[in-house]
């Protein structure tokens, strides 16, 4: 009898993040043009409710804020970034910064997830001349077309609960015929977006670990990591109190380790992190994002319950965490 397959769930998870981010484009909270080309059938879609829109408005701005400041940094270093996105899914960034005004500022942009997702990427991104465009000539599949390599851009297969060491070994240690993809004197920074939930606390340790003494080991190490996630998630029940983890049937590894907001930024400090800090969406929205930003997108919608909006927006929160290595690279805030 075909073995039930437990990760199901979780894959279908990108295709909520992809289908709420499209929402929140064609809403004209976002602008990105390439989301549509990783959905089928993008324009019939339906619209996700307004507050899920400002939910993802706000999310999304945040992280490509942090990642610009991070780029920026590296620049006044005179350094190029690498940036290493986990459970990319359908995500978008790379496209949206390689023609955005950082682009020679990236050096290496990799994106891991299951092999199913990534095969899923890898077809849209060949069955799209915008997203090829972008990626230039030298465009290479492996692994049986679970795998993408360009100049820049890297898509990989990989369960990130198992050994990193062996699953991501092309990373660090590259292979016989090929060198690391990752240069550990350069800033890296790791993006977890909405991904670490689906894996247990001892499993995401072990990978920003493994991460961690890779770029720190060596003098000019630079690491840093983002990580948006739902927090607080059961309540004193033990239940799940997040409806899409409920209607997809997913069940959480374990017991919530980062139950409330000032837990979060321990994840870091705990793994030798030098700094980390963390900010609900709810604080972000209220104090963060720019008034003219507000104005314009409290005109999109009606949005009749803001009471409610923040009652979700604070379950909700960015952390960030940086690594310095022994030389002791100088970076300013908020990184
Ligand atoms: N980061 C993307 C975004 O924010 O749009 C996708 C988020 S989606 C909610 C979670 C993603 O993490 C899915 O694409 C899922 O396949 C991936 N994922 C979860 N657990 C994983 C694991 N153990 N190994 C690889 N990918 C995983």
Not at 35 to 45: D, E, L, M, N, T
Not at 280 to 307: F, G, N, Q, W
């Amino acid at each position: 009898s075909p073995q039930q397959d437990t990760d199901a769930p979780i894959r279908l998870t990108d295709n909520d993040a992809a289908l709420a981010k499209l929402s929140a484009v064609r809403q004209n909270y976002l602008s990105d043009p390439f989301i549509k080309h990783f959905v089928p059938r993008a324009s019939f879609q339906p619209l996700r409710p307004p507050l899920i829109n400002v939910g993802t408005f706000v999310r999304t701005v945040t992280i490509d804020d942090l990642v610009d400041q991070w780029i920026d940094l590296a620049m006044k270093e005179g350094k190029k970034c690498q940036i290493v996105s986990l459970g990319a899914g359908s995500d978008t960034r790379f496209w949206r910064l390689a023609t955005g005004p950082r682009k020679d500022y990236l050096s290496t942009y990799i994106e891991v997830d299951f092999p199913e997702i990534t095969m899923k990427k890898v077809m849209a991104i060949k069955k799209s001349k915008d997203l090829s465009a972008v990626l230039g000539s030298d465009v290479k599949l492996a692994q049986g077309g679970t795998a993408l390599s360009s100049s820049r851009y890297h898509l990989l297969p990989a369960d990130l609960r198992a050994d990193p060491s062996v699953t991501l070994g092309s990373l660090t240690t590259g292979r016989v015929d090929a060198p690391p993809l990752l240069d550990a004197s350069f800033p890296t920074l790791l993006i977890f977006e909405c991904v670490l939930v689906y894996m247990s606390p001892q499993e995401s340790n072990t990978l920003l670990q493994w991460f961690r003494s890779y770029f720190t080991s060596q003098s000019g190490g630079v690491l840093g990591a983002i990580i948006y996630e739902m927090f607080g998630l059961k309540d004193s029940f033990g239940r799940v109190m997040v409806s899409n983890l409920k209607t997809r049937n997913v069940s959480l590894p374990g017991a919530d380790p980062y139950p409330t907001f000032q837990s979060l930024p321990s994840r870091f400090l705990n793994l030798g992190f030098t700094a980390a800090r963390a900010l609900t969406l709810k604080d972000i929205r209220r104090s963060y994002i720019a008034p003219e930003e507000l104005e314009r997108i409290s005109k999109l919608e009606m949005l009749d319950e803001v009471e409610e909006l923040d009652l979700v927006l604070e379950h909700y929160a960015v952390t960030w965490g940086l690594c310095i290595g022994n030389s002791g690279a100088q970076l300013k805030a908020p990184w």
